[in-house]
């Protein structure tokens, strides 16, 4: 075919009259040299027309599909380069033909995050991200964060902040120090575009409010859904969700298909992508630290009760099984992120403050006016932190009295036990490949393992071992998570045997754990 340049050329010249599909098979039966060619010339008159800042060009969200399409021609793909965005490659929506495509991908997204990050360092005005974000925003993290950071890492290295780290601070690294650094780093940073990519595309602003089109509509209606205790009940009063009878004849555990109408169901995975108030769980530590079973876990944690969709997803959890304290919370599962084999067998216990705001929350009244309620609840409680907080440091005896005395009426604490635990996922189109598998342990010679299916509900009694594996490449794991209690007075142990299936020899751990620290 004479040298590659020029066979090159001419294949790129004759490439407008093939289909994709032989135009794959002739650059497959070319060599390395003559196919790299083509596809350069192939690509040379698609170049991105997209101007960005000279700091903000590896912004990964704001790659329109020309200038993806340009930066994916230099990952040497052995597969065809799908017509996608930068926002496409960060959510997990880009679909590449070939494994060994998707890790040069991810490569490529992890040198141009941690690249981000040393642009902003140098940027007169480098980007600023919504206050939300900033926790993982590297270059704006000051002295203790990156204290922190680099603990969690097992590094120590002087005192620096984190444009520091990004430029200069590095040669207080060892050359191993340094690629590990940089490694995690660019994971911080995939991150925090994932996070800039799904707060830019997602219809859901802050609250309860919404953009206007089809995306409100059809939230709207989702949420009409919930707050219609009449439909909720229709729903529910079926076989294929009367729980009881499920966990009956599963022996214990039970899986929902289809736990919600197909239309909720993508509310509430909008609702979680959306949600801002995540805090982290479990880093680089352990629950129950003095328990012999003690979790090792890392994942995302927040409250459902300050979102009217996920307040009104966790109310139908709820009545599967009515008279009991429910306990449901939303969790989100980054790369690596995982939780090792626990049974949840773990007391809780509230004040009597706490349980009467959590009835009034999966109460009758509209999920709106709930979810009100909590969040000036939690305002309030923040509120009197503050001010005890700020008496302790005046060392105003009189003060303190006072503050402590404005909580007591709430310091009362009830013993709960988990009764049966349940995870509601809502992954769209996840594969077994994406890890975040929920494995039931309960027979260790034979586990089972249960991808995180969208809108699927597993149930499982307590106690009963399991786990989660950890969650690989980009796209995040939501799901819904919790328990049904019990309340664990001798009183109502002696009134209520509620055991569906069997009860339990094990002896019950004597410590309160903090509540909502382990998600399936």
């Given at each position: 075919?004479?040298?590659?340049?020029?066979?090159?050329?001419?294949?790129?010249?004759?490439?407008?009259?093939?289909?994709?599909?032989?135009?794959?098979?002739?650059?497959?039966?070319?060599?390395?040299?003559?196919?790299?060619?083509?596809?350069?010339?192939?690509?040379?008159?698609?170049?991105?027309?997209?101007?960005?800042?000279?700091?903000?060009?590896?912004?990964?969200?704001?790659?329109?599909?020309?200038?993806?399409?340009?930066?994916?021609?230099?990952?040497?793909?052995?597969?065809?380069?799908?017509?996608?965005?930068?926002?496409?490659?960060?959510?997990?929506?880009?679909?590449?033909?070939?494994?060994?495509?998707?890790?040069?991908?991810?490569?490529?997204?992890?040198?141009?995050?941690?690249?981000?990050?040393?642009?902003?360092?140098?940027?007169?005005?480098?980007?600023?991200?919504?206050?939300?974000?900033?926790?993982?925003?590297?270059?704006?993290?000051?002295?203790?964060?990156?204290?922190?950071?680099?603990?969690?890492?097992?590094?120590?290295?002087?005192a620096m902040g984190g444009k520091m780290m990004l430029t200069d601070g590095q040669v207080n690294f060892t050359s191993s120090e340094q690629e590990k650094v940089k490694d995690v780093l660019g994971n911080v940073g995939r991150m925090f575009m994932q996070d800039v990519a799904e707060m830019t595309r997602s219809p859901r602003v802050a609250g309860v409010v919404y953009n206007w089109g089809l995306a409100s509509i059809q939230m709207d209606a989702a949420l009409r859904w919930l707050d219609d205790d009449t439909a909720v009940r229709s729903w529910l009063d079926c076989s294929e969700r009367n729980l009881p009878e499920l966990l009956k004849s599963g022996g214990g555990f039970a899986?929902?298909?289809?736990?919600?109408?197909?239309?909720?169901?993508?509310?509430?995975?909008?609702?979680?992508?959306?949600?801002?108030?995540?805090?982290?769980?479990?880093?680089?530590?352990?629950?129950?630290?003095?328990?012999?079973?003690?979790?090792?876990?890392?994942?995302?944690?927040?409250?459902?009760?300050?979102?009217?969709?996920?307040?009104?997803?966790?109310?139908?959890?709820?009545?599967?099984?009515?008279?009991?304290?429910?306990?449901?919370?939303?969790?989100?599962?980054?790369?690596?992120?995982?939780?090792?084999?626990?049974?949840?067998?773990?007391?809780?216990?509230?004040?009597?403050?706490?349980?009467?705001?959590?009835?009034?929350?999966?109460?009758?009244?509209?999920?709106?006016?709930?979810?009100?309620?909590?969040?000036?609840?939690?305002?309030?409680?923040?509120?009197?932190?503050?001010?005890?907080?700020?008496?302790?440091?005046?060392?105003?005896?009189?003060?303190?009295?006072?503050?402590?005395?404005?909580?007591?009426?709430?310091?009362?604490?009830?013993?709960?036990?988990?009764?049966?635990?349940?995870?509601?996922?809502?992954?769209?189109?996840?594969?077994?490949?994406?890890?975040?598998?929920?494995?039931?342990?309960?027979?260790?010679?034979?586990?089972?393992?249960?991808?995180?299916?969208?809108?699927?509900?597993?149930?499982?009694?307590?106690?009963?071992?399991?786990?989660?594996?950890?969650?690989?490449?980009?796209?995040?794991?939501?799901?819904?998570?919790?328990?049904?209690?019990?309340?664990?007075?001798?009183?109502?142990?002696?009134?209520?045997?509620?055991?569906?299936?069997?009860?339990?020899?094990?002896?019950?751990?004597?410590?309160?754990?903090?509540?909502?620290?382990?998600?399936?």
């Amino acid at each position: 075919m004479g040298n590659g340049a020029s066979a090159a050329a001419g294949l790129a010249a004759a490439a407008g009259k093939m289909d994709e599909k032989e135009l794959k098979d002739v650059v497959a039966a070319l060599d390395k040299d003559t196919a790299d060619k083509l596809r350069k010339a192939l690509g040379a008159g698609e170049e991105s027309k997209q101007t960005l800042p000279e700091h903000m060009k590896c912004a990964i969200w704001l790659w329109d599909a020309a200038l993806t399409k340009q930066e994916l021609g230099k990952c040497d793909l052995e597969g065809g380069i799908p017509d996608i965005t930068g926002k496409d490659i960060l959510l997990g929506s880009a679909k590449f033909e070939k494994t060994s495509d998707q890790e040069k991908v991810d490569s490529m997204v992890k040198k141009t995050c941690l690249q981000f990050f040393q642009d902003q360092c140098a940027a007169e005005k480098p980007y600023e991200p919504p206050a939300d974000l900033k926790r993982r925003c590297v270059y704006l993290w000051d002295i203790p964060a990156v204290e922190e950071f680099l603990s969690e890492i097992s590094i120590k290295a002087a005192a620096m902040g984190g444009k520091m780290m990004l430029t200069d601070g590095q040669v207080n690294f060892t050359s191993s120090e340094q690629e590990k650094v940089k490694d995690v780093l660019g994971n911080v940073g995939r991150m925090f575009m994932q996070d800039v990519a799904e707060m830019t595309r997602s219809p859901r602003v802050a609250g309860v409010v919404y953009n206007w089109g089809l995306a409100s509509i059809q939230m709207d209606a989702a949420l009409r859904w919930l707050d219609d205790d009449t439909a909720v009940r229709s729903w529910l009063d079926c076989s294929e969700r009367n729980l009881p009878e499920l966990l009956k004849s599963g022996g214990g555990f039970a899986k929902i298909r289809g736990f919600l109408p197909e239309n909720v169901a993508e509310a509430v995975c909008t609702s979680l992508r959306g949600l801002r108030s995540w805090e982290r769980a479990g880093e680089g530590g352990c629950d129950d630290l003095e328990y012999e079973d003690r979790v090792r876990h890392r994942f995302w944690i927040a409250d459902v009760e300050g979102d009217e969709i996920l307040l009104g997803a966790a109310r139908v959890l709820a009545r599967l099984l009515p008279d009991t304290l429910p306990n449901f919370s939303a969790a989100r599962y980054d790369g690596a992120d995982h939780i090792a084999a626990h049974d949840d067998l773990v007391p809780e216990a509230y004040t009597t403050e706490e349980v009467s705001q959590v009835r009034q929350a999966f109460g009758s009244r509209s999920l709106q006016s709930a979810v009100e309620v909590w969040k000036n609840w939690k305002d309030s409680e923040k509120q009197h932190a503050s001010q005890l907080e700020a008496a302790l440091q005046s060392e105003d005896l009189a003060a303190v009295r006072q503050a402590v005395a404005a909580g007591a009426k709430a310091s009362e604490s009830v013993p709960y036990r988990r009764w049966v635990a349940a995870a509601y996922y809502l992954n769209k189109d996840w594969e077994a490949s994406f890890g975040g598998q929920f494995t039931d342990l309960s027979n260790p010679s034979m586990p089972s393992h249960h991808v995180p299916e969208f809108n699927t509900l597993v149930v499982f009694e307590v106690p009963r071992l399991h786990s989660v594996e950890a969650v690989h490449g980009a796209r995040a794991r939501y799901s819904l998570f919790g328990w049904w209690l019990l309340e664990d007075t001798p009183r109502c142990r002696k009134r209520t045997k509620r055991k569906l299936v069997s009860g339990s020899s094990r002896p019950r751990k004597t410590k309160t754990a903090s509540l909502r620290q382990a998600a399936s």
